[in-house]
């Protein structure tokens, strides 16, 4: 079975400081993993995902298959990063599973 | 219709009745999901299908079925609601695996109280 787990509820950090969000899964294939955010008031919007390993508004995510980890990193933070974030896997057969989202509060 | 869409966007349901949310995209992905969101919990997956004519069991099935019958509609009905089906429902709909562009698209939700 798949398992995606983000320890986190709850980030606070203050704007300019690094933030890291925690995604640990468990599958026994090649999974797909991803991370989405979630704006007030806003629909759930893919972030990035582990295969374009690309940088989206300052965030990055490295796949770590020897740990199983896929934590998503930004060495700035700013106000408007405050969101609702999950970490995902797709795996064979389009099971997509979420964790349990960590919230995070940027102060000024 | 563009991307996503999901209806009712709130409902207030005596406990026992039947309802149906409904969901649908005109995207051509073959993949569709529904999620329950609820405070602390995340995202939990309670049904979902590969393409028209399938379904699949995700991580909290009970209480809820779906069917497929075209690619484009995926309607998540509650037999006889319960207060604990209270949340805010999410449809998904993705881009079968294997293809280069497999991010999966949200609806707006649906957020529904069982009294």
């Known amino acids: 079975a798949q398992r995606v787990t983000q320890p986190e509820k709850l980030l606070s950090v203050f704007k300019g400081a690094p933030v890291e969000l925690k995604c640990n899964y468990s599958y026994s294939g090649s999974p797909e993993l991803f991370w989405y955010v979630q704006y007030s008031r806003q629909r759930l919007q893919l972030l990035l995902r582990h295969i374009s390993r690309e940088s989206i508004k300052g965030f990055t995510a490295d796949l770590n298959k020897g740990e199983t980890s896929f934590h998503l990193k930004k060495p700035f933070a700013q106000e408007e990063d405050s969101a609702m974030y999950y970490c995902?896997?797709?795996?064979?057969?389009?099971?997509?599973?979420f964790g349990g989202g960590t919230r995070v509060l940027v102060k000024p | 219709i563009a991307g996503i869409t999901q209806a009712p966007t709130s409902q207030i349901l005596a406990a026992g009745r039947r309802m149906t949310l409904r969901c649908t995209q005109d995207?051509?992905?073959?993949?569709m999901y529904w999620y329950r969101q609820d405070l602390g919990l995340g995202l939990r997956l309670i049904h979902y299908s590969n393409t028209a004519g399938t379904t699949g069991k995700g991580e909290v099935p009970d209480g809820y079925s779906v069917s497929r019958a075209n690619t484009d509609d995926f309607p998540l009905t509650l037999a006889s609601a319960v207060p604990s089906q209270t949340s805010v429902y999410f449809c998904?709909?993705?881009?079968?695996?294997?293809?280069?562009?497999?991010?999966?698209?949200f609806g707006q939700g649906t957020r529904l109280t069982v009294v």
């Open positions: 995207m051509r992905h073959n993949a």
């Open positions: 998904a709909s993705a881009a079968r695996t294997g293809l280069k562009n497999t991010e999966a698209f």
């Open positions: 995902a896997l797709r795996a064979a057969g389009n099971k997509l599973t």
